[in-house]
């Protein structure tokens, strides 16, 4: 199947610093890659939609400027946490869509842990 | 009403048996329809992918599609303590984000 990297797997900052993970296609371009939060023991929450060379689409509920997202290239879409907070620890995963919005794979996550 | 549900768990059964996990939807407009397992602090994995009503097999594992009844399951045929998990179903149209369900626990015990 299709190969989406992610960086890092993990991560701990501090309170009031900013965290950037990369999400990458490796084989293929992917104009729209989605990024998702899991809390522990909850289902995965879509967070905003990055389209390649445009703004990303934010969920209800989720503050852009805080989530900033850049997807320059067709194969590089990156989040950004600014101003992290303990709240904002979570496992953080990308997905990019193949074959026609017919398949979705999934990078490895990032677990993010704000002290 | 959640756009994909399905029921927690957890879904206990022993090995070699049939698990059998079920999912529903609401937008009668999906188009693909899929099955995810995730481990615990890992990534989902994908499974199986569905786009027409009847059924798909793979390996042990079958989904079953009735678009009718807005509903798609997924079998594990001859269940290893290994497929013990949590599986995500999840729903699109076509080019649009995935819509996840809170998942099912699966235990697969000896």
């Known amino acids: 199947g299709a190969v989406v990297s992610q960086h890092p797997s993990r991560v701990i900052c501090k309170s009031g610093t900013s965290v950037k993970i990369e999400c990458r296609s490796l084989d293929f371009q992917a104009t729209t890659m989605f990024w998702y939060r899991q809390f522990p023991k909850q289902s995965l929450m879509l967070m905003a939609t990055s389209n390649e060379g445009s703004k990303a689409t934010y969920e209800q509920g989720v503050e852009k400027d805080k989530f900033l997202i850049n997807h320059a290239s067709l194969t590089l879409s990156t989040l950004t946490v600014t101003s992290a907070h303990p709240e904002d620890s979570s496992f953080y995963i990308c997905s990019a869509l193949v074959a026609r919005g017919r398949q979705a794979f999934f990078g490895q996550g990032t677990r993010l842990t704000v002290v | 009403q959640k756009e994909v549900e399905q029921n927690s768990g957890p879904l206990s059964v022993p090995e070699g048996a049939i698990a059998s996990l079920n999912c529903t939807y609401s937008d009668r407009g999906s188009q693909s329809f899929f099955w995810y397992r995730q481990y615990s602090g890992k990534s989902p994995e994908l499974i199986m992918s569905?786009?027409?009503?009847g059924d798909k097999e793979d390996g042990r594992f079958t989904a079953q599609l009735n678009k009718a009844s807005q509903y798609v399951s997924l079998l594990i045929r001859d269940s290893q303590p290994s497929d013990s998990a949590t599986y995500l179903c999840?729903?699109?149209?076509?080019?649009?984000?995935?819509?996840f369900g809170t998942g099912t626990r699966l235990q697969v015990f000896p």
């Open positions: 569905i786009y027409s009503n």
């Open positions: 999840a729903v699109n149209r076509v080019t649009d984000k995935l819509i």
